[in-house]
């Protein structure tokens, strides 16, 4: 079973949709949590961490499930600018000091 | 402040050459992380360094490959006698002392460099 894994998509939607991406991890041990975004040959930058009570940054909210070791990322009213790859990241100590990072969820927006 | 740099941004060898990558860490860091991402897969930590230091080199490839964080200047990864299978974009990110009170630890990467083995 890999560390990390995501649907690789592509997921295709419309601007202006709602789309949701999942992610499960399999070292139970796992303490810190992020999302973070990789376009096109470019380095990835975090768009989110990822708190047990869930939280919200703007049209972007994160969910944790540490029992069913899921983790999700919701996309409200979908820009043209979030067509990206988003990349499920945990780390085994808070200290985030060796990320490990699932293969990515490709996301296209179009008009 | 210019963040994460590193050169060069594309590097090619032929099979045998040896590639070096550096890496600058944002003002005020002082962790540096190299990280891997082979074509069509996610990265991968590859090692975990302070100014002087190896902290955590687990993901290292046992040999051809090494690292080091000096005293002065970048941090530098080098890969010896490359092979066609080294061909990846190689991250390098970095991060502050690591503060407990303020939450999980984040690392700003850098912009990549391409390396490609011909």
């Known amino acids: 079973r890999k560390e990390v894994e995501q649907d690789p998509g592509p997921f295709n939607v419309p601007e202006g949709a709602t789309v949701a991406f999942n992610c499960t991890y399999s070292?139970?041990?796992?303490?810190?949590f992020f999302w973070y975004r990789q376009d096109c040959r470019k380095e990835p930058k975090l768009l989110m961490s990822?708190?047990?009570s869930g939280n919200e940054d703007g049209r972007f909210t994160a969910q944790l499930n540490r029992a069913s070791q899921y983790i999700s990322l919701l996309i409200r009213d979908s820009k043209l600018s979030d067509s990206a790859t988003y990349l499920c990241?945990?780390?085994?100590?808070?200290?985030?000091?060796?990320?490990?990072f699932g293969k990515g969820t490709t996301l296209s927006v179009s008009s | 402040n210019a963040g994460v740099m590193q050169n060069p941004r594309h590097l090619v060898r032929r099979r045998g050459q040896e590639a070096r990558l550096r890496c600058s860490p944002m003002?005020?860091?002082?962790?540096v992380y190299w990280y891997r991402q082979l074509p069509e897969e996610g990265l991968k930590f590859m090692v975990y360094?302070?100014?002087?230091?190896?902290?955590?080199e687990s993901g290292m490839p046992k040999e051809r490959f090494s690292a080091e964080f000096p005293k002065e200047g970048p941090s530098i990864l080098r890969i010896q006698q490359v092979v066609r299978g080294d061909s990846a974009a190689y991250f390098c990110?970095?991060?502050?002392?690591?503060?407990?009170?303020?939450?999980?630890?984040?690392?700003?990467f850098g912009a990549g460099s391409r390396l490609t083995v011909l």
């Open positions: 990110a970095s991060s502050p002392v690591w503060d407990f009170s303020s939450g999980a630890n984040v690392l700003t």
């Open positions: 070292n139970s041990a796992s303490q810190s």
């Open positions: 990822v708190y047990s």
């Open positions: 990241v945990v780390s085994l100590n808070q200290a985030g000091t060796a990320l490990i």
């Open positions: 003002k005020g860091h002082s962790h």
């Open positions: 360094l302070q100014k002087e230091n190896i902290i955590d």
